[in-house]
């Protein structure tokens, strides 16, 4: 009993364990075992066993097995052989076209997998940072929303005094004390807030929603972003994975239209064959010479007399196939262009708003320090020293949205040039 009830208490601790990560610890995690990312892992893989499936091996392929069959009459064939007690067979394929362009197809469709599997590891990375700075930032706010609070209750308290003073109006009193409850509301949405973001980010990491995942607070350099728009939409176009990966759907297509034209193109086999024959099956009553030991090798050539309708059908399916691919890569082209532009825009809104509120927190933090020194010199009184603290505060939370936002808006620019995930790894 005792030991049932040790591992029930340590799988209830295991249950709320807190992790804390920092961006590049968590953007690693989910590079690791996100499930998005596990699957499409998984498809790259399946496409590099596809190449092997259609490949023409090296060595031939080699049967070996017996025709042991009892003869009445004249030795006739079993399965297009003469009966034998041992025979193997051995055969490889010399020249195929069809065979050899859908090879050359799947290792084309295992690039566009590898492709595709980056292109959703950029998207993974650029995902998970989002959620942990939108964490972080909602904890930062909820550290200020509780100094904000103290700072209230002391405005609170210092109105009450005054009201019970007849220095203040009642109703200042009461204003005092909607300040502090709306200010403790913020609180507990902020609280409901950091658990739905800590939930989506630990889903983002393949880890149990139960654990809690806390920022590490710490202080990040800015990644170093392309020179100018100019060269940052260039490189957004030339390193899309999204792009190149519908490139290599359309040679894969292309591919496959010329495997099914060119079915009409002889086909060469190397076979042998060997065969242990026995007296028992009347060889020696209906041949003139008979040997035990037979083998023979040689080429089977096969030349089709006319074009099969159904095959140019197919082949015309895929370049039906390929022109759709190319109008969507010259849509995407046009898209990507525009969303890199836009990212580099929102990069320099963000910088400017960052400022704004940078000056407008260095003010806020002069006034307070103003009102702190007539508070020791008896020209003002706690409330406005408190009040002073409290958009103080606010100051400090808008700086900490601005700089958020702009991290985001730098990271987007990262996400389009393909250079995200090497900026946090």
């Known amino acids: 009993m005792r030991l049932c009830g040790f591992l029930l208490l340590f799988a209830l601790a295991a249950a709320g364990q807190t992790r804390t990560l920092t961006l590049k610890q968590a953007v690693d995690l989910a590079l690791q075992q996100n499930p998005d990312l596990l699957l499409a892992r998984l498809d790259e893989q399946k496409a590099a066993l596809g190449v092997q499936a259609v490949s023409e091996p090296l060595m031939p392929r080699v049967y070996a097995g017996s025709g042991l069959a009892y003869t009445y009459g004249f030795p006739v064939s079993l399965d297009g052989a003469a009966p034998s007690i041992v025979q193997a067979r051995a055969d490889r394929t010399l020249f195929n076209a069809p065979s050899r362009l859908l090879a050359a197809q799947a290792k084309e469709q295992a690039r566009g997998a590898s492709m595709g599997a980056a292109e959703i590891r950029e998207e993974v990375a650029l995902r998970t940072a989002v959620l942990f700075l939108d964490l972080e930032r909602s904890v930062r706010a909820r550290a200020s929303t509780l100094r904000q609070i103290e700072s209230l209750a002391r405005v609170e308290a210092a109105v009450k005094l005054r009201v019970a003073e007849g220095r203040e109006l009642a109703i200042e009193g009461k204003r005092a004390a909607v300040n502090l409850a709306r200010a403790r509301q913020k609180l507990g949405g902020l609280d409901g807030e950091i658990a739905t973001r800590g939930r989506a980010l630990s889903a983002a990491l393949g880890l149990p929603t139960e654990e809690r995942i806390e920022p590490a607070m710490e202080q990040r350099t800015d990644a170093e972003l392309p020179a100018t728009e100019s060269e940052s939409v260039q490189r957004a176009l030339r390193e899309s994975g999204q792009l190149r990966k519908l490139e290599s759907d359309a040679q894969a297509q292309a591919l496959s239209a010329r495997a099914s034209r060119a079915r009409r193109l002889p086909s060469v086999n190397l076979v042998a064959q060997y065969s242990l024959l026995g007296k028992f099956n009347n060889y020696e009553d209906y041949f003139r010479r008979f040997q035990r030991h037979n083998a023979q090798i040689g080429a089977s050539i096969a030349v089709p007399l006319w074009a099969n ?21 010259s849509a995407l082209r046009l898209r990507i262009e525009s969303d890199s532009r836009q990212a580099w825009q929102r990069v320099s809104d963000a910088e400017a708003y960052r400022e704004v509120a940078k000056l407008d927190l260095e003010v806020a933090r002069e006034q307070t320090g103003i009102v702190l020194a007539q508070t020791e010199e008896g020209r003002a009184g706690v409330r406005q020293l408190e009040e002073s603290r409290i958009a103080e505060q606010d100051r400090w939370a808008a700086f900490d949205e601005a700089r958020c936002e702009l991290e985001k808006a730098r990271l987007e620019v990262l996400r389009r040039t393909n250079q995200l995930t090497a900026s946090l790894r």
């Open 309 to 329: 309708p159904q095959d140019e059908a197919v082949a015309a399916q895929a370049d039906v196939e390929v022109r759709r691919i190319r109008i969507q890569a």
